[in-house]
């Protein structure tokens, strides 16, 4: 019976084991160079680039006009105020740190763990950690008060005779992400380097080959270099994986710490980072499946890709349903009044909305993933991608918010609503990252060519005489 | 000190990745030592081949990782202790569980610095100018689709005519001569 699905008519079968390709056969060390820098070697600047780009350029005007007012009124313009004084600030700086997550599960864990069809997204999964993680590290500062004094927070010998106070997770924090920052950086560059070397190589215009000749640092692909910068790139890896499990746990921490019905829970580490890297495989998937529409790049990023992808958000999100359940479950076994009331005030509340349109988000949509036939198909998962990020930051909304409209002392509640000055930053950052992206792949190549050469059948070293296997994976 | 003049080495141009390593393999066998092969990706064989067989960036990431460690839980200890002593809810001036997590991160971010900077520093980078890039067909190939021995003329052994024809045995695309 050949369907459309056999082996036989689908080219991006493999025969063998009956998966998608990670690469479409038939390519050569040479089609791959080619197919990926062109996209940044180009004069012909893409129209559909330039719509994006000033798209993207107008929304970061907003978050300059919204960040200069802030500035000059202090953040009474913000609906923070007691008791929420921690409003869409502490939510959206949860919410993109947890999107950078799994750029660096994808670059570093999925590396540890030998996941070959990592390489095709890595690149670009990185540059979102970056762009997210500074998205993210402007809430806190933004929302000091008193921004311009955000160094405080380092150790540095002031002449006021101060310093930092380190039992506090607010100060963990500081480190965590300043760390995690850096590292994702330099994890990027340094694999991007070989790459950066073959654009060098390949660029055409004056300016390219300088631009590309300074920022290659002069590879030139020595085998020995090969070694130290393998050797280099796994040991990255290996630090980077405990970082990004420790960071945030620590943003967790910020809450659990605390003694509020809702935060003061131990759940709290492992259920953050699960849903850091759910919603983090969500975008990813929201900026692949239109990248590689319009680049053309469906022989690199193939269905497998976005079918693996699909399986971790399936994994990660029965761990962030767990993490829920394990809530619920507590606020009635821990038989405190005050942990009773949150959980129904959560629920049933006057923003209980949020907690159901939450479940409907993460748990219960999400459970269509597990038919393949939705798993491999790209507008449904481009769909349930947006879906899941809502649900994400949702369940940032519901944990700050809820909890903090309503303290121990029903004199001390209060509500929440947000001003046009919070949704108008929320949504610069967006066109902050999103402007950042559109640079990232123009002037950067956003698919690794040289780990794309490793996976061809090509590559391998074989002793004479020995048959060259199918291609593609 | 003068600029060094005259011959590099001969480069042998190759087709793939088992030849290049048949070649290196032979190389190493008639009794070269300087030399350098050059590939579009990590060919560790080929670094096998010309005896290049480990690197220290393990040991200077470890280094500084522990480093990092140890700078980070001091600074705190003696800011917390020393410095700056707060009374915060009555927890001991020295909270040693509490700076464990700073310690750690830094435990971290110096270790990869270390691994970042130390690799480029043991390979020598950044090194814009490279005589290996005056090759003709070197910039075509290598970083795309090409592999690249070459027999550089440091080597006691390396007689000009004697390493060609040692090349050409190979049966390379193409053997040139890289001047400095």
Known sequence: ????????????????????????????????????????????????WWFGFMLAGSVVGLLMICVSWLFVKGIGIWAVTVPVAWGFAIVEFVWWIGIGHAGTLISAILLLFKQGWR?????????????????????????????????????????????????????????????????????????????????????????GQFFYGLISVGWRGSVRHWVRYETASLLLAGLATPLVLSVHSVISLDFSVA???????????????????????AMVLTLAIPIRKFYHLEDLITIRHIENCNKVMLATGLVVAYGYSSEVFMSWYSA???????????????????????????IALPQLLWARKLRTNVAFTFIMSLIINTGMYLERFVIVITSLTRDYLPSSWGTYRATRWDYGTFLGTLGFFTFCFFLFIRFLPMIPMSELRLMLPQAKVREKREPLPEAGD | MPLPEGLYGLMAEFDSPTDLVHAARSAYRAGYRRMDCYTPYPVEEAAEAIGFHRDEVSLVCLIGGLLGLVAMYTLETWISVWAFPLNIAGRPYYSWPAF??????????????????????????????????????????????????????TDPKFEAAEARSFLEAQKPISVVEVEY
């Open chain 1, 1 to 48: 019976m050949a369907t459309k699905d056999s082996p036989v008519n689908n080219p991006m079968l493999d025969p063998v084991t009956g998966e998608y390709r990670v690469i479409a056969p038939g390519h050569t060390f040479k089609s791959v160079t080619e197919t990926v820098s062109r996209i940044v070697l180009t004069s012909h600047t893409p129209l559909g």
């Open chain 1, 119 to 207: 390489n095709s997204i890595n690149r670009f999964a990185e540059a979102m950690t970056i762009f997210a993680v500074m998205c993210a590290g402007m809430f806190p500062v933004l929302h000091l008060g008193r921004p311009w004094l955000g160094y405080w927070l380092f150790p540095y010998p002031s002449t006021m005779n101060y310093w930092p106070q380190f039992r506090s997770p607010l100060m963990w924090d500081v480190f965590a992400v300043s760390t995690y920052a850096t590292i994702s950086v330099i994890f990027w560059y340094l694999g991007m380097i070989p790459d950066l070397g073959t654009l060098r190589d390949r660029a055409q215009s004056k300016f």
């Open chain 1, 259 to 281: 003694l509020l019905p809702g935060w003061h829970t131990t759940i709290f580490p492992p259920y953050f980072v699960a849903g850091a890297i759910y919603s983090g495989f």
């Open chain 1, 336 to 362: 405190s009044h005050w942990e009773y009331f949150m959980m129904w005030n959560r629920m049933f509340g006057p923003m209980g909305w949020s907690y159901w349109a939450l479940i409907t988000c993460n």
């Open chain 2, 100 to 153: 464990v997590i700073p310690g750690y991160e830094w435990t971290i971010l110096w270790a990869g610095m270390s691994a970042c900077f130390g690799m480029l520093a043991l390979c020598g980078l950044p090194k814009p100018y490279h005589p290996v890039f005056n090759a003709p067909n070197f910039r075509n190939g290598a970083t795309t689709d090409k592999f690249f021995l070459c027999l550089e003329s």
